[in-house]
C-alpha cells in the first residue's frame, strides 16, 4: 500500500519519542484522533500535551491516528484496511477510547471519516458494548451540538487534569462491569463532562431553540475545565519527533493562556480566560528541556499574544542566552504592533530577519473601535517604523471582512493604511539601500462565533463577501501591496456549523455520505454538496449563518459554562454597535466579564 | 575537528523516509546527543552532514554512512558516540559503528542489493525465470528519464557487474551488485522493471535492501 502513495512517512509511525507499551498490561487504551493530516495533527502542541500526560499513567496507552489522505484512502478501501493507530498498529474499533480534538469546524466530516475508516459505527446511539467510546475534545466543543449525534461525550476546557480524570473513570467503570449506558450516564458527573444523550432539545416554530432538558440527573449548565496553575501544569519533556516536515517543524512552549484584550470577534479571548502566564523561568526550563531532548533547531514562544507575557523581556533574554550558542532560532509567532519596542525588535532580529506579521484586522479606526482592537494608526505606523528601521522588508498585515457595522469606507480603509506603510518606507531617510518594500494584505472572512460578544451578529453573504472583496482590490493603487483572501463558501460553511445546533448532524453524515471529506482542503470542500446535503435535510445554512439573533434567543451553546457571561457579553456587543467604545485591558481594568466568578480569583492582583 | 563516519542501517518502516527526511531526523539525533558537531559558515548556517550514497525512497539497507565533523574537545570512542546518537534515533534507523572516513565519496563505483520478490499469482520459480531471461541477455535497454523530463535508452547490463538468482522458502532472491559511480549508477528498480515487462505488472511483495556499497577493488565503503 505504502508504495502507491505520495508520502508515506505519514503512516508509518516508529518516530523517537512515540511511546510503546504492552496492550496486554494495561487497563485502558485510548486512540487520539487528530481530524487532519500527520503533518498537520503533528503541529498541534494541545495533542502533544495530552499524549504525555495520559501516557504518564501507567496502565493507560494513549496512541494517535491522524486521517489518510485521499491517495491513502483509496489504498486502504481497495486492500479492505482499517484506520490504525500508529503505535500498536491496531484498528480505531479495537480501542477503549477514541479521542478527537476539534480544533476547526471543517473537521467534523473527517471525524466521521475516521470512524468509518477504523470501523467504528458513526452513530452514538448505533454503538454496542463491544464499541469504542467515543470523545471529542478542543475549542469547537463550546458549541458541540452539530456533532452530538456522532459523539458519546464532550470534554470541555482544558484536558490536563480533565482527560486523566476521565482515563480512571473509565477504567473503574470498566472494573465494575457497567454498560455503556450506565457509564456514560455516570460520565456526566465528572466535571467538563457533557454526554449529549442526556438531554432533549425542544424547538419553537420559527427553528429557534424553546428548551434544553437534561435528564437522570445530568448537570446543567456543563461548567468547562480550567487548569488553576500553569507552573505546575503538566508539560511534556519529550514529545514523538516527527520525521517527515511537518506545517511547524519545529518545539513549541505555550507562554501564558487567555488574553487580556478582548477583541470582540475573537473566541479564543474569551473561551480561555482568565489570562494565565506562566513564570519566565518555567516557560525557560520548559524550553530547553524540550530542545534538548528533540534537537529541533527552532523554538516557538506560543501564546495569542506573547507579547503581553509581563516578563516578555527578561524572558527573552534568558531564551535569547542559549538558543544562539545552540544553534536553535527563536520564534514569536503573536507579537501585537504596539507592543513592538526597539528593544523588542532588536532582540527578536538577532535571531532571524524574515518578514513581519501583524493583525490591525481592520481598516479604520472606527472599525477597530468596534471591534476592540484597541490600536490606533499611529500605533501600527510606528511598530512598522521601527520594523523598517531595524531591517525588515516584509510586512503582512492580516484583516477581517464583513465585521458588524462595516461600510464601503472601512474596506477601502484596508487599501489606505496599507499604502501608508508603503508611503512611510519611502519617507524614512534609514530605509535599506535598493531594497524595495512589500506589504502583503490577507484578508479573512468574519464568523460570529458562540461565546463572543459578535455571537449575535449576522454572518454578510457571499455576494455581498464578493462585491466587497472587489471593492478592496480595485481600491488597490500600489504593485508594493498585494492582496489574498480566504474563500467566502468555507466561511460561510464554517459560520453555519459553528453556531449549530444538533439537528446539523443529519447535514454533516449526509455530506460525508456523499463523498465529503478533508472539508478543510481546497481538495475535498464542494459548497455545492453541503449546500445540496441541506437542502435534502431540509435545514437553510443561512439560517444558521446570516441572521442576526436576539440576545433573548437560547443558543445552542448558551447551556455551556465557560466562565463569560452572556450578559457581559450582551453589553460588549451593544457597546460596539451603538456606543463603539472599547475596553480595555484586563490588566489595567477589570471589565466584569464573570470569570471571577467561575474561578473564585481575582484574574490579577 | 575529526571527520567521523556514521554506519547505520535503514530498515522497517524508516525505508519510507526519503532522503530530505532523513537529513533532518539525522541532524536532531545529533543535535540531541549534545555531541558538539561542526556548522557550516553563512547565512544559512547549518548542522555539516554528508551521506555518501542516497538511497531510494522504500529501500531498505545495512550500509548507510553520513559524515559528520566533531570539534575537538569532543571524544570519537564508538562506545561512547554511538549509544547518544542512537537515542535521538526513530524506530528503524540505527548507527552499528563508527570511524575514521577510509574512502572518499567518489572512490564508490559498485553497490550490492538483495531483491526479495513474491506474488500471489506469479509462482517463485516463474520469477526466477523471467529474472534469469533478462539477466542473461548481452543487452538489457531500457527507457531512463533523463534530467529534462525527456526519456532516452539506455543498456543497463554494462552497469551490472554481477547477479546471482534463487528461490528460497516463499520469496524468490535477486542478488544484485551493481555500478554505483556518481556519474553511472543504476537503480535496481530500473532492472526490476525489465524483469517483470514481459508478466505484465509487478509482483505483490518487493522489498530490496542495500547490503554493500563497495570501492572499485570490491572493498566495503568505510
Ligand atoms: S474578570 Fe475582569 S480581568 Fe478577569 S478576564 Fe474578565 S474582564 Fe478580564
Redesign the pocket.
Known sequence: MLRAVQKPGRYVGGERGAVHKDKNAVKLRFAFCFPDVYEVGMSHLGMKILYAVQNAEPDVWCERAFAPWFDMREQMLQYNAPLCALESGDPLRAFDVVGFTLQYEMSYTNLLYMLDLGGVPLLSKERGEEDPIVVAGGPCVCNPEPMADFVDLFLLGEGEQMNVELCRFLIRAKEQGWDRAKTLREAAGIEGVYVPALYTVKYNKDGTIASVTPKRGAPMPVRRRIVADMDAAPFPQQIPVPMIETVHDRASVEVLR?C?R?CRFCQAGFIY???RAKRAETIDRQARELCRSTGFEELSLLSLSTSDHPEIEPLLDRVLDWTESGKVSLSLPSLRIDSFSDELVEKISRVRKSGLTFAPEAGTQRLRDVINKNIDEEEILRGCRTAFEGGYTVVKLYFMMGLPTETDEDVAGIAALAQKIVDLYYSLPTKPKGKSVSVSISCACFIPKPFTPFQFAAQDTKEEFDRKQKLLRESVKSRKISVSWHDASTSFIEAALARGDRRLGKVILEVYRSGGIFDSWDEGFSLNRWLAAFRKCRRDPAFYANRARSFEEINPWDMFDYG?DKQFLIREYRRATEEQLTTPK??EH???????KFTGR???D | MTDLRLHFSKTFAARYISHLDLMRTMTRAIRQSGLKAWYTEGFNSHLYLTFALPLSLGFESLCETCDIRLLEEESCDPAEVIPRINAGLPFGIEVFNCGEARFKPGEIAYARYICELADAEFSCGKIQDAACALLAKSEIPAQKKTKKGGMRTLDLKPLIHSYKVYVEGENCYIDLTVSAASDNALNPNLVLDQIFEPLGRMPDHILVKRTQILTRDMKNFE
Open positions: 487567555g487580556v478582548g480566560r482568565p489570562f463569560v484586563c490588566s477589570c471589565s466584569g466579564c464573570g470569570i471571577v481575582k484574574c490579577f
